[in-house]
């Protein structure tokens, strides 16, 4: 197994053990994380702070095994199906849980989990025809916007909380604005693969 392969794996182990820390409940073992108060108005919890740190580190390794495969010619099919499920247990799982918890709405997974499904078909019946459908910019910008915004809610939205502004819940409605967007342009470039012949 080459490194990107590693460095995927590595990432597929982390968002298990995020989802672990966010759903298990602790509370019924007895166990519970210290809560501590910033600047006299921000309440954060341990618990949070240390997902926060898992999921920042995996989002990393989604841009380092990415670079390196390309930069090595290390590419493999493996590579490529491990990367994709990789991205969605980290990301969709994550969604679904702060959703669940009440951190952020819950029209914003079910659009950008909804937009995700569409899109990879539209992938899946392209590569069948023999085209392979690369990212667009616009969502890859949804991404930027989507894992910037998910690290703000781990973090608590500081530094911005103390301006009372709510950047990660304006980046994470961004992402899902350019979800919906990035969606549709995937099938007008694409909607050739779908005409009956």
Avoid: W
């Avoid at 460095?7 to 053990?17: G, K, P």
């Amino acid at each position: 197994m080459n490194l990107p392969n590693r460095i995927t794996i590595v990432r597929i182990v982390l968002s298990i053990l995020l989802l672990v820390l966010l759903i298990f409940p602790f509370d019924m073992c007895g166990i519970s994380f210290p809560i501590f108060h910033l600047f006299g108005s921000i309440t954060v919890s341990l618990q949070y702070i240390i997902g926060g740190v898992i999921f920042l580190v995996a989002s990393l390794t989604d841009f380092l095994d990415g670079n390196i495969a390309r930069k090595k010619g290390l590419v493999t099919d493996f590579g490529k199906v491990m990367d994709a499920i990789a991205d969605k247990v980290l990301v969709n799982g994550v969604l679904i849980v702060l959703a669940c918890n009440g951190l952020i709405n819950v029209v914003i997974p079910v659009i950008i989990i909804t937009r995700d499904i569409f899109v990879d078909s539209i992938k899946m019946v392209a590569g069948g025809k023999g085209k392979a459908v690369g990212a667009s910019i616009l969502g890859k910008l949804k991404t930027i916007c989507m894992m910037t915004g998910l690290t703000l809610v781990f973090f608590y939205n500081i530094p911005f909380e103390l301006l009372n502004v709510n950047v990660a819940e304006g980046l994470l409605y961004a992402a899902t604005v350019l979800s919906i967007i990035s969606g549709v342009q995937y099938y007008i470039v694409n909607k050739e693969f779908f005409k009956e012949k």
